[in-house]
């Protein structure tokens, strides 16, 4: 009965009828598998509303451009290119297993992918760098963080993603070789050797994870050292108990780099967890479907968690939806 059901819900056709060289499309049809391709299209359109939002309100409004809010910029243009061209390739290719946008767009789809995801990752460390510097170093942060240099690091930082990635796709064999799609038409497979997915590991997870964990725990110890010393003052550095207002203020800042750190490494770890278990790993695996996704939902949280909670993308993000940006007088949030 189970397999009756299964076929019911695969239907195999070809990719291009009347090609004796085409690959076997597999029509996954059923109530579960469209509810999937009808939430990842949400996800994907969530994940290009949200990132030009915030794209719209640092690059319109002036007082928005500062070196923080550049980063956030950076890092808001890599998750824009996944929500726009990795999320919907994907969910193509997941709908009926077929490619149709040629040979060259399987060299240059990985290349997109992994840039994106690694430009991603560098903005990600830059902005946990550039909150380490602005907490615990206040008076050079404001000395030496100039738009120029802040501008300069986003600039090194696609820069490394692009040189990295093509060497992970010529590593593989995969870019720009035909041999990506050489068994049959409307195939497009990306496989990654075994002992590129060690270095990956350690390049591209276990690196900027130590980096994000190391600095946001100082941050957060810093922080809290900070607001004893306000404490301290205000209360004539007697010995009284926290104010509720002290209290409170501790226990959003513990709360919001908790959030952070966890949403990254609950995104990051599955994928590199389930790398090392296998020889070689590829784009047609489930494992790799689901565990990529992962890593794709953190373009569409990262918004949320470094711009939204914020004030001033409050005000934007309204004065953008309501079309008062397009008033001639209106340059401020």
């Given amino acids: 009965m189970n397999n009756s059901i299964y076929r019911q819900n695969l239907t195999i056709q070809y990719c291009f009828p009347g090609n004796n060289a085409s690959c076997r499309k597999e029509v996954r049809t059923g109530p579960v598998n469209v509810f999937?391709?009808?939430?990842?299209?949400?996800?994907?359109?969530?994940?290009?509303?949200?990132?030009?939002?915030?794209?719209?309100?640092?690059?319109?409004?002036?007082?928005?451009?500062?070196?923080t809010n550049l980063l956030i910029l950076s890092l808001a243009v890599a998750d824009l290119l996944v929500g726009l061209f990795v999320m919907p390739v994907n969910i193509m290719q997941i709908r009926d297993s077929c490619w149709y946008l040629g040979?060259?767009?399987?060299?240059?789809?990985?290349?997109?992918?992994?840039?994106?995801?690694?430009?991603?990752?560098?903005?990600?460390?830059?902005?946990?760098?550039?909150?380490?510097?602005?907490?615990c170093d206040p008076l050079l942060y404001y000395t030496k963080t100039t738009v120029y240099t802040t501008t300069l690091f986003i600039v090194l930082g696609w820069s490394f993603a692009l040189f990295y990635v093509i060497i992970s796709l010529h590593f593989n064999d995969n870019f720009l070789q035909s041999q990506t799609s050489t068994q049959c038409q409307g195939e497009c497979v990306l496989v990654i050797r075994y002992s590129w997915m060690i270095t990956?590991?350690?390049?591209?997870?276990?690196?900027?994870?130590?980096?994000?964990?190391?600095?946001?725990?100082?941050?957060?110890?810093?922080?809290?050292?900070?607001?004893?010393?306000?404490?301290?003052?205000?209360?004539?550095?007697?010995?009284?108990?926290?104010?509720?207002?002290?209290?409170?203020?501790?226990?959003?800042?513990?709360?919001?780099?908790?959030?952070l750190i966890f949403v990254?490494?609950?995104c990051w770890i599955p994928y590199y967890l389930s790398s090392l278990t296998v020889e070689s790993l590829t784009s047609l695996s489930m494992v790799w479907t689901v565990f990529t996704w992962l890593i794709y939902m953190n373009s569409s949280v990262n918004p949320l968690m470094y711009a939204i909670f914020y004030p001033w993308f409050r005000a934007s993000a309204k004065c953008i939806l309501t079309g008062r940006m397009f008033q001639s007088s209106l340059d401020h949030v």
Avoid: M, W
């Fill in 103 to 135: 040979k060259l767009a399987c060299s240059i789809y990985p290349l997109i992918n992994g840039v994106s995801s690694s430009a991603s990752l560098c903005s990600l460390i830059f902005i946990a760098v550039d909150r380490y510097i602005a907490i």
């Fill in 200 to 259: 990956d590991l350690v390049v591209s997870f276990i690196t900027p994870c130590s980096i994000i964990l190391v600095l946001y725990s100082i941050i957060f110890h810093v922080a809290r050292r900070q607001a004893k010393a306000v404490r301290a003052v205000r209360n004539g550095n007697s010995k009284k108990p926290r104010t509720k207002a002290s209290s409170s203020s501790e226990a959003k800042a513990a709360k919001k780099l908790g959030t």
């Fill in 36 to 67: 999937l391709i009808i939430f990842l299209s949400c996800v994907s359109v969530c994940t290009v509303f949200l990132n030009l939002l915030v794209i719209i309100s640092i690059s319109h409004f002036k007082q928005l451009r500062t070196p």
């Fill in 264 to 266: 990254y490494l609950a």
